[in-house]
C-alpha cells in the first residue's frame, strides 16, 4: 500500500445538515490522509434556524456515515468569532495544533505533513484562502448541493430531499419526532410569517436596532426573551430604532424599559464608554438586521448591583458574571458582541 499524500487533512464546516457532498470530501480525505480532521464550526451556541444541531449531535451523525474510519476520522468543536476573522483563523491553527501534537512524528521524521480540504461553492468557503501553510485540495462539488435549503425544506415539511447519507437521513427522521424539532419548526413558522410582512416591499427591507452591553463590578445585564425568535434565551437588552430617536437616545430607552434599571438615564447617557456597529449578514434569522452596540461602564457601589425586573419584551432582567456566561444561550450573535466590546 502507497503512503498517503498527507498525514492530516483538515475539513471545516458547519454541516447543518451533513450532506452528500460532504460525505465525499471526508471520502477523498479518508483516501490521501492518514488521518482526517473535521472542524464542526458554529459550536457552542444556541440552537437557531441556521445551526439547529449541536456539535454532539453534529459528530453524532457524521461518525455514523463512517463506522470503519475510527480513530483516523477525528472530529473537534470549532468556535465562531464572526467580527474577528484574525482570531477565527488562530483558533483553526490551535485547534489543529492541538490535534497534530497528539500524534508526534517519528523520530527523525519531518513535521507532519498537513493540509485543507474543501470545495469552492459560495462565498461562504472563502477560508480555503486563509491558510496559505497548509497544502489545498480542491474536491469537485456533488451536484451544487447546500445545506440551506436542505435544512428548510426539512423544518418546514418534514422531508430532505433524498440528498443526505442513509445514516443521517436515518438520523433526523429521528430527531423529527422530538420536541426540540417541533421547537425550531415554530421558530421557522414564526420567521416565514414575519417575513410576510415585507413581501409587498419594493426592496427586502434592512431593520436597525441598538443593543446595550451595560457592565459593572465584573458582571453584564441580560435579559431573558419573552417572544420568538429565540423565546428564553438570553439577550443584550435592545430593540428597534423608532423613526424619530438617534442611536443613542434608543439604547438607552430599551434598556429602561426591558430592565427597569434603577439608574437614571442621564447617568446611563454618561457612562457609555464604546460603541460598535455589529453588521453580520446572517446574524439574525428575521432578515437583514444592523446593531449599534453600546458598552456602559457603571462605576462600582458600595450598595451592590443596581435592582432591575424585567419588562417589555423581557420576561426577567438579571446580572451574570461575566466569567459565568455561556455562549449556548445567548442569542444570535450576543456573545460574540459581548467578547468584542469587553475584550
Not at 445538515?17 to 464550526?41: C, D, M
Not at 474536491?139 to 430531499?161: A, C, I, K, M, W
Not at 424585567?310 to 449556548?328: C, I, M, N, R, Y
Request: proline fraction near 7%.
Amino acid at each position: 500500500m502507497s503512503k498517503p499524500d498527507f498525514d492530516f487533512l483538515v475539513f471545516i464546516g458547519r454541516f447543518q445538515p451533513f450532506h452528500a457532498g460532504h460525505q465525499a470530501v471526508v471520502e477523498t480525505a479518508l483516501q490521501r490522509a492518514e488521518r482526517v480532521i473535521v472542524l464542526v464550526g458554529s459550536s457552542c451556541q444556541p440552537r437557531t434556524l441556521r445551526n439547529p444541531w449541536t456539535f454532539a449531535e453534529r459528530e453524532q451523525f457524521i461518525r455514523a456515515v463512517f463506522p470503519e474510519a475510527g480513530e483516523r476520522l477525528i472530529l473537534a468543536p470549532l468556535l465562531d468569532d464572526t467580527y474577528n476573522e484574525q482570531g477565527w483563523i488562530t483558533l483553526v491553527q490551535q485547534s489543529v495544533h492541538g490535534i497534530t501534537c497528539r500524534f508526534p512524528p517519528k523520530v527523525g521524521s519531518a513535521a507532519p505533513r498537513i493540509g485543507l480540504i474543501g470545495h469552492s461553492k459560495d462565498h461562504s468557503s472563502y477560508y480555503l484562502s486563509m491558510f496559505p501553510q497548509w497544502q489545498s485540495v480542491a474536491v469537485d462539488n456533488v451536484r451544487g448541493l447546500s445545506s440551506t435549503p436542505l435544512r428548510e425544506q426539512y423544518f418546514q415539511h418534514g422531508t430532505t430531499q433524498g440528498e443526505l447519507p442513509d445514516a443521517v437521513q436515518g438520523w433526523l427522521e429521528t430527531f423529527r419526532e422530538s420536541a426540540t424539532f417541533q421547537h425550531i419548526a415554530g421558530e421557522w413558522e414564526f420567521v416565514n410569517q414575519y417575513r410576510k410582512g415585507w413581501e409587498a416591499a419594493p426592496y427586502a427591507p434592512t431593520f436597525v436596532t441598538v443593543d446595550a452591553v451595560v457592565v459593572q463590578a465584573g458582571h453584564i445585564l441580560l435579559i431573558e426573551r419573552k417572544a420568538r425568535p429565540g423565546k428564553g434565551q438570553w439577550a443584550l437588552p435592545g430593540g428597534f430604532l423608532d423613526p424619530h430617536e438617534k442611536l443613542r437616545e434608543a439604547v438607552i430607552r430599551e434598556l429602561r424599559e426591558e430592565t427597569r434599571i434603577k439608574v437614571p438615564a442621564p447617568v446611563l447617557a454618561g457612562s457609555i464608554v464604546k460603541e460598535q456597529v455589529f453588521d453580520d449578514p446572517y446574524r439574525s434569522a428575521r432578515g437583514r438586521t444592523i446593531t449599534h452596540a453600546f458598552l456602559i461602564e457603571l462605576k462600582p457601589d458600595a450598595h451592590g448591583l443596581p435592582k432591575v425586573k424585567g419588562g417589555d419584551d423581557a420576561q426577567q432582567a438579571f446580572w451574570v458574571p461575566l466569567g459565568d456566561l455561556d455562549p449556548e444561550r445567548l442569542f444570535e450573535d450576543h456573545f460574540q458582541i459581548i467578547k468584542t466590546m469587553i475584550g
